[in-house]
């Protein structure tokens, strides 16, 4: 069976410091991957999505990057985290071909003070 | 594009009550729709989806949603609240393609509170 897991589970950063959070999917291959941002009271916002190695589209212009150096692995990075970055970050798969189906890791908490 | 309005941000449920839980899409034909749920501090589980077929779906945890075309509906409902069923639940949509790399559109979420 297929299982998505995110790290860490809880950041706490400084304002101005690197991120990198990592996703990786076991027991599929070429999955659909995907960076959300849970903001309290503000639903899902979707940052980033990947079809294939190294194909990244980017949703909103922001301070944060993404990238999939493997074909199971997505890492959300950012050089200089501000406040506004604080939130929850959740990493979703779906297999390629429709219906697209995703399904979700259990997320990281991220405070930036 | 699609778009997703879930007009309720709270509802308290008392437990054993009933639940409907609103959901209505913008689309120019019938999408693929699902409602998530999200325990506190979690990550989203589906609950139930529809492609097409039978209007009425059969969900995990006791949930139920039907399709209305004709109002762009997608109302979950449970017969019975429980208090565990208290969490953040979404409701999604996507237009149907053959790659299927669309992503999903979701709601703001409505909250779910459940009292004795």
């Known amino acids: 069976s297929q299982t998505i897991h995110q790290w860490p589970a809880t950041l706490v950063q400084p304002v101005g410091s690197p991120l990198s959070l990592e996703c990786t999917v076991e027991?599929?291959?070429?999955?659909?991957l995907y960076w959300y941002r849970q903001a309290a009271g503000r639903g899902l916002q979707l940052l980033f999505y990947?079809?294939?190695?190294?194909?990244i589209s980017s949703e909103v212009p922001q301070n944060l990057s993404a990238s999939r150096p493997q074909d199971r692995q997505f890492i959300l990075s950012s050089k200089k985290l501000l406040l506004s970055d604080s939130g929850f970050y959740l990493c979703a798969w779906s297999s390629t071909g429709s219906p697209n189906i995703q399904y979700f890791g259990a997320g990281t908490r991220l405070s930036v003070l | 594009a699609q778009s997703v309005t879930q007009p309720d941000i709270h509802i308290t449920v008392s437990e054993g009550a009933s639940l409907e839980l609103r959901c209505n899409y913008s689309?120019?034909?019938?999408?693929?729709l699902f409602w998530y749920v999200q325990s506190p501090g979690q990550g989203l589980q589906l609950l139930l989806k529809y492609f097409s077929g039978d209007t009425l779906v059969q969900g995990i945890k006791g949930f139920e949603a039907e399709f209305k075309r004709s109002q762009s509906s997608f109302n979950l409902r449970k017969p019975s609240v429980h208090w565990s069923d208290a969490a953040e639940y979404f409701c999604?949509?996507?237009?149907?393609?053959?790659?299927?790399?669309?992503?999903?559109?979701f709601g703001k979420g409505t909250r779910l509170s459940v009292i004795a």
């Open positions: 027991g599929t291959s070429n999955p659909n």
């Open positions: 990947s079809v294939g190695i190294g194909q």
């Open positions: 689309y120019g034909a019938t999408p693929y």
């Open positions: 999604a949509v996507v237009a149907p393609t053959r790659s299927g790399n669309t992503p999903l559109v």
